[in-house]
């Protein structure tokens, strides 16, 4: 079954304890992104990849990390969380052209008290 | 830089009524234009995407949107709602390098 997978989906944490969150797919894509989703904000970009070892900045890259080292990996790393960086989290994938709609993980609920 | 709008936070209708989610856009060159759905707890799904052609597109669950050049606009409607078609919508923007900007979200209730 085509699909990305996020791990965990469920997270508390405290103020400074390093974590990482990963996502993998399954369909051979180029491109992966990760996103949060605040309330009335909508989904804001975080990193994307187009592809192994390319990352670039989205709209809201401060206080995360990113690595592409193989083509179905793209884990989000948050070196020192804060409390302003609870939020939801979705990794997606596409093929390369961006004429294509992306898929979407299950998403990760992040807390850091 | 480009930008989506969804200029209402919540829809209400009737089951059997027609619906329309608005979507506005803004982007230099041609836009790719998408909708997809979350449902409660669940990740996005796809709904329909514009890429060129034909301004009038079909997707799942009996969804179309209209694509309007002049008005920047893709609003999704479906001529007679159902109660399971409750949940979150996202207008979504993509150019052709790859940058991708989501609207806020309308969230659609279907009342029986």
């Known amino acids: 079954e085509a699909q990305v997978t996020q791990n965990p989906r469920y997270l508390i944490t405290v103020t400074g304890k390093k974590l990482t969150v990963t996502c993998s797919q399954n369909m051979n894509h180029e491109y992966m992104s990760w996103y949060r989703q605040d309330p009335g904000l909508g989904l804001r970009q975080i990193y994307y990849s187009m592809n192994v070892e390319v990352t670039d900045k989205g709209d809201v890259p401060e206080g995360y990390k990113v690595s592409r080292k193989e083509k179905r990996n793209f884990p989000l790393i948050l070196e020192s969380p804060s409390p302003n960086q609870t939020s939801l989290y979705f990794c997606a994938s596409s093929p390369w052209d961006s004429n294509n709609e992306q898929f979407f993980g299950p998403g990760t609920r992040l807390t850091v008290l | ?112």
């Open chain 2, 1 to 112: 830089a480009q930008s989506v709008a969804q200029p209402e936070d919540q829809v209400n209708v009737a089951e059997g009524n027609p619906l329309t989610v608005k979507c506005t856009y803004s982007v230099s060159g041609n836009p790719y234009l998408f909708w997809y759905v979350q449902y409660p707890n669940r990740g996005l799904q796809f709904l329909l995407k514009y890429i060129t052609g034909d301004n009038l597109v079909k997707g799942s669950y009996g969804f179309e949107a209209e694509f309007n050049k002049s008005q920047t606009s893709f609003h999704l409607k479906k001529p007679s709602a159902l109660v399971s078609d409750s949940a979150l919508y996202f207008c979504a923007v993509r150019d052709q390098y790859n940058d991708m900007r989501f609207g806020a979200g309308t969230r659609l209730t279907v009342k029986p």
